[in-house]
């Protein structure tokens, strides 16, 4: 078993698609089932045995700390860690995705998970086991892929039969799938970043997934439960509906 690794959340996002509820409550603290949708990350997260925690912020990122604090006092789990990067309160504005991990890698190890706080999973098992077997392997990242929603039609990656995620040409009419935000990362792959992002610079995580996709670095799997990105009022109200 390998040792457990710290997971990185990212929740510095505007939310603008979201408002007006995003006007005063920070996106990953919308919520879903009774629970803010970082919420069932953290004890997702923890049931794991994942308890160091990074959060990056910008947009109302003291709503979220001052929530997270909170929730380690009630939830059960007073061993979970809070690390925060508070690109907001740093730059004025957020970092977009590689760029916010760049200045939050002297947080995190030399391998971690990552995903986004809003998206809504409540199926998924962040285990030990897949720790392992990508640190065993030699892969910069591994992605948890699924179907592609009624959103994104045409999908983010494709997959090959062993495993290797393929960043397609336009027109390749291989099959797409939607990158669901979940992923395990070695620090490597944003070693074209500064170490820190002291900076400020705003990097899409995207071309540096393709890059290495084009190098055979990055591995991926399907992920078949339920998933939903959390990104309009419609979504939100849907996954509230009573059952």
Same mark, same amino acid.
């Given at each position: ?85 508070h690109e907001g309160d740093d730059f004025g ?28 999973v409540p199926g998924f098992e962040f285990s ?20 592609n929603p009624p959103h994104n039609p045409r999908? !983010?990656? @494709?997959?090959? +039969?062993?495993?290797?995620? /393929? %960043?397609? &040409? ?58 939903? !990105?959390? @990104?309009?009022? +419609?979504?939100?109200?849907? /996954? %509230?509906? &009573?059952?």
């Amino acid at each position: 078993m390998s040792p457990p690794i710290p997971a990185m959340i990212l929740a510095a996002g505007r939310g603008e698609r979201m408002r007006p509820l995003t006007d005063t409550c920070p996106k990953p603290l919308l919520q879903v089932a009774g629970k803010a949708l970082i919420d069932w990350h953290v004890l997702a997260l923890a049931r794991g045995g994942f308890h160091e925690l990074v959060v990056n912020t910008a947009w109302l990122g003291e709503k979220i700390s001052n929530h997270l604090g909170l929730l380690r006092t009630t939830s059960g789990h007073e061993q979970l860690s809070f690390f925060y990067s508070h690109e907001g309160d740093d730059f004025g504005y957020a970092l977009e995705t590689a760029g916010g991990i760049a200045r939050a890698l002297p947080l995190l190890g030399d391998v971690f998970w990552l995903l986004a706080a809003d998206v809504f999973v409540p199926g998924f098992e962040f285990s030990p086991q897949a720790v392992s077997r990508f640190m065993a392997g030699d892969k910069l990242a591994h992605l948890w892929l699924v179907p592609n929603p009624p959103h994104n039609p045409r999908g !983010d990656f @494709g997959l090959d +039969a062993d495993g290797q995620a /393929l %960043n397609l &040409p336009a027109g390749d009419a291989a099959p797409r799938y939607t990158y669901s935000t979940i992923g395990l990362y070695r620090r490597e792959l944003f070693d074209s970043l500064p170490f820190g992002n002291s900076q400020g610079l705003a990097v899409a995580l995207a071309p540096l997934l393709r890059a290495a996709m084009d190098r055979q670095q990055v591995s991926a799997e399907i992920y078949a439960g339920a998933w939903t !990105d959390v @990104g309009t009022p +419609a979504r939100l109200a849907e /996954l %509230n509906q &009573p059952t």
